[in-house]
């Protein structure tokens, strides 16, 4: 377990005026060491190349700051061992948490899902988080309950991408921001780490195999579209939790839909710049009781009509992804039974809809879809939660 007076990375790892390498890209890094006199454009590049591929982190004129892993958490699924890592990172510089002296750091939770494709090959997808806690309220989520700590800097998500690969040694095939945070609320630092990702010297992600979730924030949908137009990142995948049949289910469980109802939100989704490859991604969490009542796969399946023919030869432009609810802490609701998941799983596909399940991995170590958060910071709900109306 992990100790409560670590600190998290050294301050004065790297020489003044030297960006950190995993907040930035090759290019950034090089002009920025070339300029500061540290290293010359050929040894930056370098460096950086050694950093993502193998992992190097020391070198002669400097050492990388990379957060600890303090805690892994492994679970057996039917694909292979799902493995929750938590890295720390320092607390927000100001706010009530700077002044507890009982809370030194903060702990991000990644988690690492075995994934057996189409060719029985292996691969590993990693979801990360973008904000240590969330301020969108959802009723449903585990990391709602903490309100947001503070966002998470390019470095701290770039850095869950390498803790997972050269600290666990996994090959990363896809990434998706599903851990804490809702990352649209956190738009600059997510783009910049994207861009990072991405990059061919970098970890070289293909922006195919990289989907960022969201609750649906309209305002920032339109600044992640004009970030996709860019080269290299047309293909990036969008999921969008929408997890309702209407408004006023959705505005029951979701604070955001108050503001941003459903209709607006499905302008936002039509503008939205698609690549003919790439599937919108309907996320819907499954809670018996609240959104598979009778009639709500027709109000679902209506909504999504427009979204769901693409534009181009009538290819199916979204696919719904049922989720079934994972019991957050102290949870109102049960988990949805297996026959409740198929029931309205073929009432979608009835009504000619794409529809896949999203397999449950990690329910036993609070590692699965929602269930991210550390009950620590929960208790003393330092944060209280913002957005809604
Ligand atoms: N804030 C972003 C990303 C984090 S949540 C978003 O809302 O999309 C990632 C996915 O997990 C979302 O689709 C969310 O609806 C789903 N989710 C949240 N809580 C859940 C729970 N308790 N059980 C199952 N899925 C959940």
């Not at 706010?95 to 809370?103: E, K």
């Not at 600044?223 to 939790?241: D, N, P, T, Y």
């Not at 503001?259 to 710049?273: I, K, Q, S, T, V």
Request: a neutral charge.
């Amino acid at each position: 377990m992990p100790s409560f007076s670590s600190q998290t990375v050294p301050d004065d790892a790297l020489p003044e005026g030297i960006a950190n390498p995993l907040s930035v890209t090759c290019d950034e890094f090089a002009a920025n060491c070339a300029a500061s006199g540290v290293l010359s454009d050929f040894h930056a590049r370098n460096a950086y190349r050694g950093l993502y591929r193998e992992g190097v982190t020391e070198h002669a004129a400097f050492t990388v700051p990379t957060a600890p892993i303090v805690n892994e958490l492994r679970s057996e699924s039917n694909e292979g061992e799902v493995i929750k890592i938590v890295t720390r990172v320092d607390r927000p510089s100001d706010g009530p948490l700077a002044r507890d002296a009982r809370v030194e750091h903060l702990d991000i939770e990644s988690v690492v899902i075995p994934m057996i494709g189409r060719k029985k090959r292996l691969t590993y997808t990693l979801c990360v988080s973008s904000q240590v806690g969330c301020a969108m309220g959802c009723g449903f989520c585990e990391t709602a309950q903490m309100g947001l700590v503070r966002s998470l800097t390019p470095a701290e998500i770039v850095g869950q991408w390498f803790a997972a690969r050269h600290v666990l040694g996994r090959e990363i095939r896809n990434i998706v921001f599903m851990g804490m945070g809702e990352p649209l609320d956190n738009l600059g630092a997510v783009q910049q780490a994207i861009r990072v990702l991405t990059d061919h010297n970098g970890p070289a992600q293909a922006s195919s195999r990289i989907t960022v979730s969201t609750v649906g924030r309209i305002d920032a949908l339109i600044g992640l579209g004009e970030f996709v137009r860019q080269r290299g990142l047309q293909r990036l995948g969008l999921a969008v939790s929408l997890n309702a049949p209407n408004d006023e289910v959705r505005s029951s469980i979701m604070p955001i839909n108050r503001g941003m109802p459903m209709a607006e939100l499905r302008d936002a989704l039509l503008a939205f710049p698609r690549r003919s490859s790439s599937k919108l991604c309907i996320e819907y969490v499954l809670i018996p009781g609240v959104n598979d009542l009778p009639g709500h796969a027709d109000e679902l399946a209506e909504y999504l009509r427009p979204l769901h023919f693409h534009p181009t030869a009538g290819t199916p432009g979204c696919v719904v992804n049922v989720i079934p609810y994972n019991p957050r802490r102290d949870s109102p609701w049960p988990a949805p039974s297996e026959e409740q998941v198929e029931v309205f799983m073929s009432a979608l596909l009835d009504r000619g809809l794409f529809v896949k399940r999203r397999q449950t991995k990690g329910r036993d170590m609070m590692g699965a879809c929602g269930q991210l958060g550390s009950p620590n910071i929960r208790k003393r709900r330092y944060v209280d939660v913002t957005v809604g109306a």
